[in-house]
């Protein structure tokens, strides 16, 4: 095995941990009763704590993926035939985003529920994904370095200025683009601090790339991974107090009042240790299948969970109800679930779409033979409709 299909293995595998902590994370916070939620309790206080790593990880391994597939490829710019799958890969992730938070049985009644307006988790990557493209095309024919200081620099910039953007209200944006950089309307994620996960994911996906033939490549990474990730979650947030004292900018006072980004990458770096530690373990085909089908596992465990194009889910008729065992049993049904009917997707994906195509084929030289044939009715139907009109309207005068 070489060294590059092994780093792709290790981050598919943190990817596929990403996806099920985050299908169990949403079943029990979204169904476990209040009571229960007792944030002195260690077991809780724990589950909580590792729920909060899970949406950081997932954007960084994101962005690592991307970027490292869209640096591999020898042609640059637009002749880079993974920026055009990338701009149509960030465009579905929109559009699916905004399915999954369509209701159609209110669409027919001509009704739009405010959700839909919001931003989650798909929107946010799908416009990461757009972002980073947007830096690499920027970058592509200046020097070499340009591109992951610019991916660095965005994430110390989202990262270090979030108490003050976090203020702002994007009231001047209509609702549905302030969305995107405020949570003051519901939106679950916005683009700023979150992409800023992935262009750190996009920095570590260059500096793996480029050292991809040193040949103590792995400890290496792993050591700074360890102590960069220690060293922000224990140390960066007495380390703004120092720079605040030190230099009497606000801003970083500001900052360790609520550390929860530079701790969480903190916690990002680990998790990137522990899977580079364990990565020749992480070579199970099943594993690695889950890795790759973080879309349709979140589709589906969407449209179940929370009742997407119907609104009939489990979030509708069980939501805050349920016991700790009920509700831990629940997920590991949930994930098992979720999982199985993503892989079973996948594994017939090109079938299902051939069907549906000549499905889609079908209606289409139906419809054009119903209009032809119902042509002289309408025709017919207009006329006498036409001449009705005409006699109502005599008499009216």
């Known amino acids: 095995m070489n060294s590059k299909s092994a780093r792709l293995f290790f981050i598919d595998a943190m990817r ?12 029990i916070d979204g169904l476990l009763d209040p009571v229960f939620r007792d944030r002195e309790n260690m077991v809780f206080k724990t589950w909580l704590y590792f729920r909060g790593i899970t949406a950081p990880v997932f954007f960084t391994v994101s962005g690592f993926i991307f970027t490292y597939l869209l640096i591999r490829v020898p042609r640059k710019g637009f002749d880079n035939p993974r920026v055009k799958k990338g701009i149509r890969r960030g465009l579905q992730l929109l559009l699916i985003g905004y399915l999954l ?26 416009l990461s994904i757009l972002a980073v493209i947007g830096v690499y095309l920027f970058a592509v024919r200046r020097k070499s370095f340009v591109f992951p200081v610019l991916l660095l620099g965005i994430t110390l910039v989202l990262f270090l200025f979030e108490p003050v953007y976090k203020q702002w209200s994007f ?21 700023i601090p979150w992409l800023g996960y992935a262009t750190i994911g996009g920095f570590l996906a260059v500096l793996f790339t480029k050292f991809k033939d040193f040949k103590y490549l792995y400890p290496v990474a792993i050591s700074m991974a360890a102590i960069v990730g220690s060293a922000l979650i224990f140390y960066s947030s007495s380390g703004f107090v120092s720079l605040f004292r030190l230099t009497g900018i606000e801003l970083f006072y500001m900052i360790q009042s609520n550390n929860y980004l530079f701790i969480r990458l903190g916690d990002v770096f680990l998790v990137f240790a522990v899977f580079m530690i364990i990565r020749k373990f992480l070579t199970n085909p099943t594993i690695l299948k ?23 889910g489990l979030y509708r008729f069980f939501k805050y109800s349920l016991s700790p065992s009920v509700v831990i049993s629940g997920a590991l049904v949930f994930m098992v679930v979720c999982t199985y009917l993503a892989l079973a997707y996948n594994k017939h994906e090109a079938e299902i779409k051939s069907q549906w195509s000549h499905g889609v084929s079908i209606l ?5 033979e119903l209009y032809q044939n119902g042509k002289p009715v309408l025709k017919d139907a207009s006329m006498k409709l036409k001449l009705f009109l005409n006699r109502v309207l005599k008499t009216a005068k």
């Open 101 to 126: 938070r369509t209701n159609f049985v209110g669409l027919l009644s001509g009704h739009i529920y405010g959700s839909f307006y919001l931003v989650d988790v798909l929107h946010c990557i799908g």
């Open 364 to 368: 289409k030289v139906k419809g054009l």
């Open 171 to 191: 009231g001047f944006l209509p609702e549905m683009l302030a969305n995107y950089f405020t949570k003051a309307n519901g939106s679950v994620f916005t683009i």
């Open 16 to 27: 596929a941990w990403a996806i099920l902590m985050m299908l169990q994370g949403h079943f």
């Open 290 to 312: 889950i890795g790759a089908s973080t879309l349709s596992i979140y589709v589906i465990h969407f449209i179940i969970l929370y009742g997407s194009f119907t609104g009939m």
